[in-house]
C-alpha cells in the first residue's frame, strides 16, 4: 500500500537547499509488455508543490487519510505526462517511500501494459514544480527500452520540457 502519505500534509522541519530538481525513470519492460513510473523529489519542494496545486484547484482538496493518492495521482496526471500514440496513459500511485536523511520521497507508480512497436510514438511532459520554482527547477529523467536498444537521459526546464521518441528509430 501507499507508505509515507501522512508525512505529506504534515508539517515539519523545513530544508532549505539551493537545488529544485527532480529525477525520473521511465522504463518498458519487454517479457511483461509494461511501462513504469518511478520519480524522486525534494520532500519540502514536493509539499509546497502539492498544497499550492490545491490552493488553486489543480488538485483536489481532501484531509481524508483514505484518499491522500488521490492529490498525487492528479498532481502528476496534470504535470508528468506519458503519452503513447495520442493516448495518456493513466499513472496510479502504488508507493510512496520517504528517505528523511536526504530529504527525498521516492514515489512509485503502478505498471501500465503496454505493447511497443516500430514506428509508434512516445511523449513525454514533464512540468513538476515548474509553477513553484520558475527557471531553478529542473526535472531530469531516463527512457529506457530495452528491446529497442533505446534509452535517453533528458533534463526538462521550464523552456524544454517535452521528450518524444518514434519507436524503432534511432536517435
Not at 8 to 15: D, F, M, R
Not at 57 to 63: D, H, I, S
Not at 141 to 167: D, G, L, M, W
Amino acid at each position: 500500500m501507499v507508505l509515507g502519505l501522512g508525512v505529506l500534509l504534515v508539517s515539519g522541519i523545513a530544508w532549505s537547499h539551493p537545488l529544485k530538481m527532480s529525477s525520473a525513470l521511465i522504463e518498458h519492460n519487454p517479457e511483461k509488455e509494461t511501462i513504469r513510473l518511478e520519480c524522486k523529489v525534494f520532500i519540502d519542494d514536493f509539499q509546497l508543490s502539492i498544497l499550492d496545486a490545491m490552493e488553486k484547484g489543480v488538485v483536489p482538496v481532501t484531509t481524508e487519510r483514505s484518499k491522500r493518492h488521490l492529490l498525487i495521482e492528479s498532481y502528476f496526471g496534470e504535470y508528468f505526462i506519458i503519452g503513447y500514440n495520442e493516448k495518456v496513459l493513466p499513472l496510479k500511485l502504488k508507493s510512496v517511500t520517504p528517505l528523511s536523511e536526504q530529504n527525498v520521497f521516492q514515489i512509485q507508480f503502478v505498471e501500465v501494459p503496454l505493447k511497443l512497436r516500430n514506428r509508434d510514438r512516445l511523449v513525454i511532459k514533464n512540468t513538476l514544480m515548474f509553477k513553484d520554482f520558475g527557471l531553478a527547477q529542473t526535472n531530469r529523467f531516463i527512457v529506457r527500452i530495452p528491446a529497442f536498444k533505446f534509452q535517453a537521459v533528458q533534463a526538462a526546464t521550464i523552456e524544454n520540457h517535452y521528450f518524444s521518441y518514434t519507436i524503432g528509430e534511432a536517435r
